[in-house]
């Protein structure tokens, strides 16, 4: 017995803007697909290949077309420092990152008391709210010369460990916080029933309770891995900037798809033919298409779809 | 009996790492906050916040006034959108529609900032030639920090008692009458710990603001479009760069305010939580 009156009309308002929200993505990717279409034909594999991003002589009437497009003569978009320096940083920040976050949330739930826990996730909370350009600005000053003078042959500090170092540094209370809670979630029962058995507390703790909760830990870990690979200012701000130069070892300079965006608009800008800003938007969705697989798979394995588990 | 001496000194051993690994990131959160403080404390003068930046010094007024702007309209509407998404979820929505909507929501909170500020840019700036503008800017915040607040408004809706409900529809009140009167004041505080959350995020965001709100060095206009607006973690990021000590102590006393406006944020959406689920552990 449905009556007209407050309850319709609330039921639209609301379904309307979970609408928008559902279709919000697909908006975006719908957007960047068309906006970057003649980028997507003028550059073909090459963008995939070619380490050299050239906007082209902009001094001169001089054009190349590509495929029906056409932009500044000696145009070249290729994102393969971008796409390397992306997916380099990310991996080498995870592979600090996750025993760090893992050995971090043991400590919270089995080693620190209680009455200082409260204290330990307010940590924990307050590294994952420091913005940013923070996190950048701390990066640029406090690592970046650390790293040149006492790590680095070139003295050169600003790139590859740098850019990973504080990518790990802000993934970190990601996946502590997450971890945490799925071992606290999961029944004491199993560390009980291990420590009964003999082992040790550790062995309680790495044998019996940790695999019984790795699909939530795999979820969390890919999911700080899709927040690391789209990062942008901290990077940006300590990778060095690298342009049509391949990373060659951990202290060569690198770029991010998400750092170039940003650093290459103004030069964008300049482009008269466009083409330009429409290869950052392949960028744009270069990255976004990966964020969305890693996002898509973190989603599958943690409990198919279910949300009890992690906060992204 | 060696080998459990041997077993037992390894698991000491490692909670010991452990304890330390604990230990290395309170020590690096603190290294961040010293640094900050000890640049950005001196420059906090009440002169940074009369005028507004100019050249490569003058004041953060414009800076400051254009954030808190930025984060207003953005919550606004974040706000709208997520709460009536939540609503609709929670009350309304057949199960598979409410499935797919949390879906593409948990999937948005992993959209990277800059490609919501580059789709915006392209939407906005560019095809519907807003220029950068606070609406432009505003939005690209919004869409960044909805799931957050749809999240959080999620759970406290889900959370409210069935007893109340089904109270409230016993007694001959209409769905939309007990939503409205019984569940959503129920929910308050969790869906005002979302904001807050909210919020938080919203002022330390920089990326989508460079390709959405521009930068100016007046005070913002209040204009929705064709006017760019200043933002404090702008003045971190490019003045930081520049070669003069009066830009690095702008770009330090920028980085001290967000780090103040955050933590505020955060304590307070913290004490929040306690308050209102205590002993249900945090978020």
């Known amino acids: 017995m449905q009556r007209v009156g407050t309850q319709p009309l609330l039921r639209y308002a609301t379904g309307a803007f979970a609408l928008a929200s559902f279709g919000l993505i697909f908006l975006m990717l719908l957007f960047l697909v068309v906006y970057a279409y003649p980028a997507i034909r003028f550059n073909g594999t090459a963008f995939f290949t070619s380490p050299i991003w050239n906007i082209g002589n902009q001094y001169g009437s001089a054009t190349v077309t590509r495929a029906g497009f056409t932009a500044q003569a000696g145009a070249s978009f290729g994102s393969l420092v971008f796409v390397s320096g992306t997916l380099l940083s990310s991996f080498l920040a995870m592979i600090v990152a996750v025993p760090l976050s893992l050995l971090v949330a043991l400590a919270i739930v089995y080693r620190v008391p209680a009455a200082l826990k409260p204290l330990a996730n307010a940590v924990v909370e307050l590294m994952a709210g420091v913005p940013s350009v923070v996190y950048g600005l701390w990066g640029m000053i406090v690592l970046v010369p650390f790293i040149g003078n006492r790590l680095s042959p070139t003295g050169n500090g600003d790139g590859l460990l740098a850019a990973a170092m504080i990518l790990a540094l802000m993934v970190v209370p990601i996946m502590v916080a997450t971890t945490r809670d799925v071992v606290q979630a999961q029944q004491a029962s199993i560390y009980e029933a291990s420590m009964a058995l003999g082992s040790t507390s550790w062995q309680a703790v790495t044998r019996a309770v940790l695999p019984s909760v790795r699909s939530g830990i795999a979820g969390s870990v890919l999911l700080a891995f899709g927040r690391a690979l789209g990062e942008t200012m901290a990077v940006l701000m300590v990778c060095g900037a690298a342009i049509n130069t391949l ?41 976004f298409v990966i964020t969305l697989i890693v996002n898509a798979v973190a989603r599958i394995v943690l409990h198919g779809g279910d949300r009890s588990g992690a906060v992204g | 009996m060696k080998v459990r001496a041997v077993t037992r000194w390894t698991s000491h051993f490692w909670w010991a790492v452990s304890i330390a690994a604990l230990g290395f990131i309170i020590a690096i959160l603190l290294s961040i906050f010293a640094f900050v403080i000890v640049h950005g404390a001196p420059a906090l003068r009440p002169a940074l ?63 990277p900032s800059i490609v919501v500020g580059y789709f915006l840019y392209v939407a906005l700036v560019e095809v519907l030639g807003w220029g ?25 809706l889900t959370n409210v008692p069935r007893e109340l409900r089904e109270g409230s529809v016993a007694m001959g009140a209409r769905q939309g009458v007990t939503m409205l009167s019984i569940d959503l004041p129920y929910a308050i505080p969790g869906i005002l710990t ?71 944020t955060n304590l307070v959406a913290r004490s929040f939580v306690e308050y209102r689920f205590s002993g249900r552990g945090g978020r």
């Not at chain 2, 706000?79 to 057949?94: D, F, H, K, R």
């Open chain 2, 49 to 111: 916040f009369t005028p507004v930046t100019s050249g490569v010094a003058g004041g953060l007024a414009n800076a400051i006034a254009g954030t808190l702007l930025l984060v207003s309209i953005g919550l606004v509407i974040a706000g709208a959108v997520g709460i009536g998404t939540a609503l609709w979820v929670v009350e309304y929505a057949p199960q598979w529609a409410a499935r797919a909507v949390r879906y593409m929501i948990d999937v948005l909170a992993g959209v």
């Open chain 2, 132 to 156: 950068f503008s606070l609406v432009a800017g505003a939005l690209s915040l919004a869409i960044f920090v909805l799931p957050y607040v749809e999240r959080s408004a999620d759970i406290a």
């Open chain 2, 194 to 264: 979302g904001l807050l959350v909210a919020i938080g995020i919203g002022l330390g965001e920089t990326a989508p603001l460079i390709y959405t709100a521009g930068w100016s060095n007046y005070l913002p206009t209040l204009a929705p479009t064709h006017s760019p607006v200043g933002y404090l973690t702008y003045v971190v990021w490019t003045y930081i760069s520049q070669p003069f000590a009066a830009s690095h102590a702008l770009a330090y006393a920028a980085a001290t305010l967000l780090m103040v406006f955050v933590f505020a």
């Open chain 1, 247 to 287: 990373p060659h070892g951990i202290f060569s300079p690198i770029n991010t798809i998400a750092a170039v965006i940003v650093s290459q608009l103004e030069s964008a800008l300049t482009d008269a033919s466009g083409m330009a800003q429409r290869s950052l938007g392949e960028l744009a969705l270069a990255l």
